[in-house]
């Protein structure tokens, strides 16, 4: 009997092993002047700082942006950027925004059409009524 090689390698899965966050960078983008900016201020003055302690694996930049709607935005591995703005929001509510970018995967939503999604192949194989032994009616 002769000796085959195996066919495929061992697919990565994010969480085997090690977890590997998919945020890499947020960056929080503000206006000194305008009023939509007051809880943006507010947040960077008083909460950034534990925010960005208890995050050491994303990087945090903060940048002015005049005459504008405060900004965060996430930068994914997978190359892709997620926007949210957050005009007239409290230092609360941009916290949660935070937290929403930091966790999400940075792929585009989409609608689900089976409830389970795998790799795999199926261990039993595909279905098919003429497998078996036959019933009669």
């Known amino acids: ?36 900016s007051r809880g943006m201020n507010s947040f960077l003055k008083y909460t950034l700082s534990r925010f960005a302690r208890l995050n050491p694996s994303v990087e945090i930049t903060v940048s002015p942006r005049p005459r ?9 591995i997978n190359g ?3 926007v949210i703005c957050v005009k007239n929001l409290q230092k609360e509510q941009i916290l949660e925004k935070a937290h929403l970018l ?14 389970v999604q795998s790799i795999n192949e199926s261990v039993r194989g595909i279905w098919s009524p003429y497998h078996g032994a036959g019933h009669s009616i």
């Open 80 to 82: 892709r950027e997620k």
């Open 1 to 36: 009997m002769p000796v085959s090689g195996i066919r495929e390698v061992a697919t990565g899965r994010n969480g085997v092993g090690a977890f590997i966050l998919q945020c890499k960078r947020l960056d929080f983008h503000y206006c000194d002047w305008a009023g939509s």
């Open 102 to 115: 930091r966790d999400a995967s940075g792929e585009k939503l989409r609608r689900i059409t089976k409830p």
């Open 68 to 76: 504008k709607h405060p900004i965060i935005r996430g930068t994914y």
